[in-house]
């Protein structure tokens, strides 16, 4: 979706709290004209950390071969376990556990002009809830609210979900349930 056009002067929701999340919330917030509030509804506190996973796990070979020679361990124990694996199921279930979702990188939480600031600035309004449930005004504006276990709700023009990647992403009943709404 071209949001240069759909979400001009609009309130937006957005459902996430990894990198996807914060960098259209910076986008759309930064880009003059774009939108005239975003919001970012996520179940969890702001997580900074450089990767989605411990950094042994970015080591390559030649970084390994380095390391070795340099009296150093070499090849990870983590990647040397997971090489040995046969099993998909079981590197499956390796990669779940090792794996860190819903991060962001210190240069987009505290970079210059980053996530951090413009939160503190109120210029994007973080809301550390889930989504409970959400409504669509009949006619006219067509606005929609959010409905979060608190008691608490916004009302926006989108809602745009990012929430990241994996079989069964957590927004599917909502998903489907606009779907089914909207015969798509």
Known sequence: RD?????????????????????????????????TAVHLVCRHDLREQQFDTHQDWMMDSAAAARSEAGGGQGVPKCRSHFASLDSYAERRDVIKRERVAGTVSASVSRGKDGLRYAMGEDRIRWHKEVVQSVTQEEGGSGKITVWMPSGDSITVDQIILATGFGKDPPARPLVNRIAERNGL
Do not use: D, Y
Not at 3 to 16: E, K, L, W
């Open 3 to 35: 949001f240069h056009t759909s979400a001009r002067n609009q309130s937006i929701a957005i459902v996430g709290g990894g990198i996807s999340a914060a960098h259209l919330a910076l986008k759309l917030e930064r880009e003059s004209g774009i939108s």
